[in-house]
T-cell receptor, first 110, second 111 residues
Framework: GQNIDQPTEMTATEGAIVQINCTYQTSGFNGLFWYQQHAGEAPTFLSY????GLEEKGRFSSFLSRSKGYSYLLLKELQMKDSASYLC???????????FGAGTILRVKS | ETGVTQSPTHLIKTRGQQVTLRCSSQ?????VSWYQQALGQGPQFIFQ???????GRGNFPPRFSGLQFPNYSSELNVNALELDDSALYLC??????????FGQGTRLTVV
């Protein structure tokens, strides 16, 4: 079976740092993706990890530990526009089938 | 802007009807995947097309079918619509093993 767990909701303050965790148990692993999705819009690609360690991309960083089935997305210097749902997804096959978690709704308050 | 376009953006259909959703993939991408996203949930994989052939399918009944054309655009067809088919349908284009870029989605409402 495929199982991806993320917290349902988080709240953080503008300018702060927030970490969104994701744990996964999947049959097959060919990389982990993070997407941002604003309400009523399509998911937009944020980051990709296939090897253990930290990938940094501006204000966003993502970490992967394959042995623990664990990833996190770190958002720094939070802005109001970062209020969105953050989706963790695992690519489970050689192709591009993605298994998504239910998403974490992040609310940034001033 | 991802370069992936879907049409229509919104659609209302009656239970039992059939619907066709369309997706134009990003230039150079040969792989199109379709996802269904119910409200408050993550996208669920329906199927994928690679170079005009189906390349994997999720847990969706046969009334969900698709096509990919030589220009790599794609269609998703759903027959005998049910109320539970109401969702956002997302198309994602990519090369076979690169990150997927999503279109803006088609919001389907079945009444």
């Amino acid at each position: 079976g495929q199982n991806i767990d993320q917290p349902t909701e988080m709240t953080a303050t503008e300018g702060a740092i927030v970490q969104i965790n994701c744990t996964y148990q999947t049959s097959g692993f060919n990389g982990l993706f993070w997407y941002q999705q604003h309400a009523g819009e399509a998911p937009t690609f944020l980051s990709y990890n296939v090897l253990d360690g930290l990938e940094e991309k501006g204000r966003f960083s993502s970490f992967l530990s394959r042995s623990k089935g664990y990833s996190y997305l770190l958002l720094k210097e939070l802005q109001m526009k970062d209020s969105a749902s953050y989706l963790c997804a695992v690519r489970v096959s050689y192709g591009n089938k993605l298994v998504f978690g239910a998403g974490t709704i992040l609310r940034v308050k001033s | 802007e991802t370069g992936v376009t879907q049409s229509p953006t919104h659609l209302i259909k009656t239970r039992g009807q059939q619907v066709t959703l369309r997706c134009s993939s990003q230039s150079g991408h040969n792989t199109v995947s379709w996802y269904q996203q119910a409200l408050g949930q993550g996208p669920q994989f329906i199927f994928q097309y690679y170079r005009e052939e189906e390349n994997g399918r999720g847990n969706f009944p046969p009334r969900f079918s698709g096509l990919q054309f030589p220009n790599y655009s794609s269609e998703l067809n759903v027959n005998a619509l049910e109320l539970d088919d109401s969702a956002l349908y997302l198309c994602a284009s990519s090369l076979l093993r690169t990150e997927a870029f999503f279109g803006q989605g088609t919001r389907l409402t079945v009444v």
